[in-house]
């Protein structure tokens, strides 16, 4: 219930690596520490200053050992929970260099293989660990898991996923394609040559379909919009 009633962070998580991972954006190691990474930090610290000195002035007032156990708790980052989207950021930025490789240099059907991995280990175990039968597993297995914080670098790069490529209306018929597709010659590119090649039709890649016959069997073809 919390995944449906609280999808902001996943769904902005999604937008910056839509963003942050698309292969026409340059960044450079150089821009990210000391461009993209300073604005986040100077950001997080300027809010998480803002929540101490209001909490000291409505509660206890301003004090020199209240000014000092707050400089503490900045230090440490023990800042307010609300926050903790700022200290997600933080994570996925210091992954970047790692996560674009991916999004500027995988293929597709590996990219879809990477992400199918996530959601199993980021999402499906995490929720269903406290099920029976998975409540009898011990040792390692129980480790498999990502932790919330780690999972939370996935979102990023299915957001680039949804938002790349010519058949990104078709998501997401298209990811379990993608992830079949591993270890096979890629097939025809474009979103109609592949519902053709595949002999079925999907109401998503354009406004409609019309029935065709090619040499490689029945497909469909679009149409104009009806």
Known sequence: WASVSHASVPLFLMASGALLLDPGRELTLRKLYTKNFPRLLIALLFWAVCYKVFIMVLFGGVTVPGLIQAGKELVLFRHEEHLYYLHIMLLVYAFLPLTRLVSCHAPRHVAAYILGLWALLGI?????????????????????????????????????????????????????????????????????????????????????????SSAAGPGFRPGPPG
């Open 124 to 212: 499906v175990y995490p929720t269903v660990k406290d099920f029976w039968p998975f409540t009898l597993l011990v040792g390692i297995p129980l480790q498999w898991r990502m932790n919330m914080t780690y999972a939370s670098i996935g979102y990023t790069l299915l957001g680039w996923y949804l938002s790349s490529g010519k058949d990104r209306r078709r998501w997401p018929w298209e990811l379990p394609r993608d992830l079949s597709a591993a270890g096979r010659p890629p097939p025809p590119q474009g979103p109609c040559v592949w519902a053709s090649w595949r002999g079925w039709a999907c109401p998503c890649a354009c406004w409609r379909w019309e029935p065709i």
